[in-house]
């Protein structure tokens, strides 16, 4: 099995993580012990080799290096935010040419050409922005699978809606199967015959970055090598990255990769819609509050955009809003009296409480913990518990 894929530097601010890792090198070290014969092939500059070396040789990987001109990193304030790309502009010094009976090709961010072939081709564009036609390896294969976000699959078909756009894709380019990774609600599976919608993992923690890489490594490998049919591929992707959020560990376990050990699924693609409850009065508040909006999109109703400010009269349409959601995120790391309430107010109606803060008032929020709210110093977490819980929520009223 040959891997494509990139090997970049990544940190993160908060929570703190520093990698050399990137989407190659994290896909190849993901399958170390899934029994295949795994061969990376990725670029670095000059200055990196010996590093990179090391670094695979720690990961148990076999790599094979090309050259770029400049070196690539990815900066994240909070996995929840785009990163900052470093090394725009760099250039493979030769083209990648590739062939096995199964291969994983990932987007690279430097330019130059990517040409694949083999039995069964696995393609994940991994673009932080805008997907173009120019980003895409060139592939010959008996049979292709693309993994992409929802974002990527609307760009690339044209349509806003994502089922939709995805049956295009494989009517249009002639692809065995199209799997739209949907974040915290799952996967969408799309074959010519079908259109199966596989759920979530619960993890007690999560860290996303990365976990796009890791589930198009065990998709590659469950469709390719195992010979998996791709709703079964996409259930062993899906565990094998809910062991990356949770534990950010290397390799993923043979017991996760050939299926023996599966975790809790939560309901595929719910419905459920987080109330977002937070401060809004200075700029650090409302960054906060408008990173988490668009980290819970579409599912979210933020009484800061809703609403917005104002007198008195506020306080019953953000009541109202609050009454027709499935669960409430408080961000209270400044114990703000209204966020308060509103999640004492949820409380009372039955509505899931999880609450974010790095530095929580415990005497202020013993009332809300001792009746069942979570807690969590995470903000990545925090978000994904809190759609989880929402979607729970509106499946056991039938919404």
């Known amino acids: 099995m040959r891997i494509v894929g990139?090997?970049?530097?990544?940190?993160?601010a908060f929570p703190s993580h520093h990698e050399f890792a990137g989407s190659g090198m994290r896909a190849a070290a993901a399958l170390a012990e899934s029994g295949a014969d795994v061969l990376l092939t990725s670029a670095i500059q000059e200055s990196e080799q010996t590093e990179a070396e090391v670094v695979a040789a720690t990961f148990g990987v076999t790599a094979e290096w090309g050259m770029r001109t400049r070196s690539v990193s990815f900066s994240y304030f909070t996995p929840l935010n785009a990163p900052v790309i470093g090394g725009i502009g760099s250039r493979l010094q030769q083209d990648i040419e590739v062939s096995d009976d199964v291969v994983l090709a990932f987007g690279l961010i430097e330019s130059g050409q990517v040409k694949v072939t083999g039995r069964r081709v696995v393609v994940d564009p991994q673009r932080p922005r805008n997907l173009t036609e120019e980003d895409l390896p060139v592939v010959s294969a008996d049979q292709q699978a693309w993994a992409l976000n929802e974002r990527e699959v609307r760009q690339l078909a044209g349509v806003e809606d994502v089922r939709v756009a995805a049956k295009l894709l494989i009517e249009g380019r002639g692809l065995s199967v199209v799997v739209t990774k949907c974040g915290p609600r799952g996967a969408l599976v799309t074959t010519a015959d079908y259109q199966e919608e596989v759920g979530a993992c619960v993890t007690e923690s999560v860290f996303p970055i990365g976990s796009g890489d890791v589930f198009a490594s065990a998709f590659a490998w469950a469709w390719g090598e195992a010979d998996a049919d791709p709703?079964?591929?996409a259930v062993i992707a899906s565990n094998a990255a809910a062991h990356w959020c949770e534990t950010t560990n290397y390799p993923i376990p043979t017991h996760v990769l050939n299926g023996s050990t599966r975790r809790e699924v939560l309901p595929p693609n719910g419905s459920g819609v987080v109330?977002?409850?937070?401060?809004?009065?200075?700029?650090?508040?409302r960054w906060m509050i408008d990173v988490v909006k668009d980290a819970l999109s579409p599912g979210v109703w933020s009484p800061s955009h809703e609403v917005g400010p104002g007198g008195l009269e506020v306080a019953q349409k953000d009541l109202e809003g609050l009454e027709h959601c499935d669960s409430i995120l408080a961000l209270l790391d400044d114990?703000?009296?209204g966020t308060v309430f509103e999640a004492g107010y949820a409380t009372k109606m039955g509505i899931p409480v999880v609450i974010?803060?790095?530095r929580l008032n415990t005497e202020g929020a013993k009332m809300l913990i001792g009746s069942g709210a979570q807690y969590f110093t995470d903000l990545s977490t925090a978000v994904y518990k809190a759609q989880w819980e929402a979607a729970i929520a509106a499946t056991e009223r039938g919404k």
Do not use: I, W
């Open 275 to 285: 109330y977002l409850a937070g401060p809004f009065f200075n700029l650090q508040q």
């Open 6 to 12: 990139g090997t970049y530097r990544e940190q993160c």
């Open 335 to 337: 114990s703000d009296p």
């Open 356 to 358: 974010y803060a790095e």
């Open 231 to 233: 709703v079964e591929a």
